[in-house]
């Protein structure tokens, strides 16, 4: 790589030192492409019993896989299903070493795209609740998207600056998540253009923006809240240090060993740290901490009643549903009804609250594509299943109408494989589509 800076070069020989050569021979290795199952709609060995392309684990994940680059995985309708999220295979560990249990308050400080939250969600399994927050509203934008997409009922997507959240939320949460901007090091191979970044910014740039996140960050984590502390760069400053800044103004805190696989290494003066190399993983540059502060908290669950909606249309839509809800409320907002998590969240900017479900208009009920994402096929009483390689299929995702024999009248459900797509409003076989504009085949 004769375009890294001469400057980074020389650290990067005194960090790796006999390792360094073989550091600029991973340059030229082919990118690792990773998908990660949502196991909130399928197991991991269902999806393999149907999945059509070529997967191998990613040994540090549990339901993590390399894709080979031809099969395309983003153009098939299991993406659109919501049955995977496709992440680069490193960046999967601090979702994957956090200990979320059932039922947990997890706050994923840095959230955008999404990758960690939705792996948040599987390991809550439709508990608890998560505040996925990114500052940027044009990232929080795609968060949006991809949570809505992974069809979860227990989650507030923000996008609030950290300093304001902490403000509102002392002592708070029970896990917490950071994924911290950072000057990107072990992104390079990847991504050639964070290196003129580098060269414009340097580490230190960041290191008081990562500051300012832990700082806020430990003021909202609870006693006996664990945290997990992540950059994908390889500098000392970014990461042992910023360690080092949170031990010295939390002294209550402790780190907590990682199990390490094989070929990761340990941290710079911190060995519970994991410090994760391309020329010693397939996949890219990333450091990972485990932190935490106290004792665990019992929780409850809270059932819920659509009943509570006293709407003739919500109604007569929701006869068709067989699903349970709970530790939430409905509440109808601006015409548009939502399920809405046990979570004050006072005066922070949200995108969404809760699970968007429908829109009340006059003298109807239409549901969301979020509320067609969060069932499955048996909560839906009319319902089209198509195969994968019906053309059908992607045409619905295109927004076409389309012809099936049916004697269905109403709204349908449309899935494939079984997997729900989206809805459609049938009558003589006709399915005027309603797949969400936004959302749809390119």
């Not at 149907?50 to 983003?74: A, V």
């Not at 006293?310 to 907002?333: A, C, D, L, M, P």
């Amino acid at each position: 790589m004769t375009n890294l800076p001469e400057n980074y070069q020389k650290k990067m020989k005194d960090l790796l030192q006999d390792q360094y050569g073989n550091y600029l021979q991973s340059f030229s290795n082919p990118i690792a492409y990773g998908l990660r199952i949502n196991t909130t709609k399928i197991s991991v060995e269902d999806f393999l019993k149907i999945s059509p392309f070529h997967l191998k684990p990613i040994p540090w994940t549990t339901n993590g896989f390399y894709y080979d680059e031809n099969d395309k995985p983003s153009k098939h309708p299991f993406y659109y299903a919501g049955l995977y999220y496709l992440q680069e295979p490193s960046a999967m560990i601090p979702a994957q070493v956090l200990p979320i249990e059932e039922g947990d308050l997890v706050l994923d400080a840095c959230a955008a795209p999404g990758g960690k939250s939705t792996e948040i969600l599987n390991k809550l399994n439709g508990s608890g609740c998560l505040i996925s927050n990114d500052i940027s509203a044009s990232r929080a934008q795609a968060l949006l998207h991809n949570i809505e997409k992974w069809g979860c009922q227990n989650v507030f997507v923000a996008s609030e600056d950290i300093s304001k959240l902490s403000s509102f939320y002392p002592d708070t949460f029970d896990k917490i998540l950071i994924d911290a901007p950072c000057s990107g090091e072990g992104m390079f191979h990847k991504d050639p253009s964070l290196i003129k970044s580098w060269i414009e910014r340097g580490n230190q740039y960041y290191v008081s923006i990562q500051k300012e996140i832990v700082k806020s960050a430990l003021h909202m984590l609870k006693e006996g809240g664990q945290m997990v502390y992540s950059t994908c760069t390889f500098s000392k400053e970014e990461n042992e240090d910023i360690i080092d800044y949170m031990l010295s103004i939390c002294p209550q805190l402790k780190l907590l060993s990682i199990d390490l696989y094989d070929s990761f290494e340990r941290g710079i003066q911190h060995p519970e740290c994991i410090r994760i190399y391309p020329h010693k993983v397939k996949g890219e540059g990333h450091f990972t901490t485990l932190l935490q502060k106290g004792e665990k908290q019992s929780k409850e669950k809270q059932i819920v009643s659509i009943n509570s909606i006293q709407n003739e249309w919500i109604q007569e839509f929701f006869s068709h549903v067989n699903k349970t809800f709970s530790n939430g409320t409905f509440e109808i907002r601006k015409e548009k009804l939502y399920f809405i998590p046990n979570f004050n969240t006072k005066r922070i900017r949200l995108l969404r609250s809760g699970l968007y479900i429908g829109d009340c208009k006059k003298n109807r009920f239409e549901p969301s594509q979020a509320f067609a994402m969060h069932l499955k096929k048996e909560e839906f009483d009319s319902t089209i299943d198509f195969s994968k390689e019906d053309e059908r299929v992607i045409r619905y995702l295109k927004g076409e109408t389309i012809q099936v024999s049916s004697k269905l009248k109403g709204w349908v459900l449309i899935c494939v494989e079984g997997y729900p797509l989206g809805f459609g409003k049938i009558d003589k076989g006709t399915i005027k589509n309603k797949y969400a504009q936004g959302w749809r085949w390119k």
